[in-house]
């Protein structure tokens, strides 16, 4: 969520526009010297800090995205760890996935009309930095473009990933743990594999006449993958997993 700082001596916030919606809590600063608003005497602000969020007013009773947009609920930020551990909100991770709420009509490719790939109340995961934050209803939503959903999940194992479109979900290969030479390798120098097994895969893109064209790879496939493309998960087996484009696949090993 972007930031924006304001920082002055003193200013008149007799001419500053009223924002409707707007939550007095979306809003901090400190008190320093006065200025006068509309005849009272009021204290000015310095470091006046506010959040650029979307925060949709309570007069708004629903939100339709439209075309192939989607708006999902975001679940909520783990706050402790498996052990119980109170976490600090800079040590929480950000959720990368919710619930379906609303859909909208879908788009149009060639002749042909697309309908969205997921339905209201589908728990999906989305790409990390992917759609538009809004508050509505006290709680977190992304509105966020249908192929930017990863895959549909509806455990909380993410082995079970059922990926979207052009997408694979990708079993990581074991970071090799001894060198060439036999010299153990520590957490540090082992090098992240770029390579791993196909787990699951998409029903593949859509071709310029709203047709599904099929992958290049498939389950059971051991594939090498681009080193930072995708997103990363943790599996409830202690396993690395990797969500990634199929166009991010350079080879299928053998």
Known sequence: MATAQLTASS???????????????????????????????????????????????????????????????????????????????????????????????????????????????????????????????GSKHLILKDDDIVGILETDDIKDLQPLNDRVLIKVAEAEEKTAGGLLLTEATKEKPSIGTVIAAGPGPLDEEGNRKPLSVSPGNTVLYSKYAGNDFKGKDGSDYITLRVSDVMAVLS
């Open 11 to 137: 200013f008149s916030t007799v001419n500053l526009p009223s924002f409707e919606g707007l939550r007095p809590s979306m809003v901090q600063c400190s008190v320093a010297r006065h200025v006068r608003i509309g005849g009272l005497t009021q204290k000015s602000f310095r470091g006046l800090v506010v959040k650029a969020a979307t925060v949709v007013a309570p007069k708004y009773t629903s939100i339709k995205p439209l075309g192939d947009r989607v708006l999902v609920r975001i679940k909520d930020t783990e706050e402790k760890t498996d052990g119980g551990i109170l976490l600090p909100t800079t040590a929480q991770t950000k959720p990368q996935g919710g619930e379906v709420v609303a859909i909208g009509e879908g788009k149009t490719v060639g002749k042909s009309k697309v309908d969205i790939a997921v339905k209201t109340g589908a728990q999906v995961v989305y790409s990390k930095y992917a759609g538009t934050e809004v508050e509505f209803n």
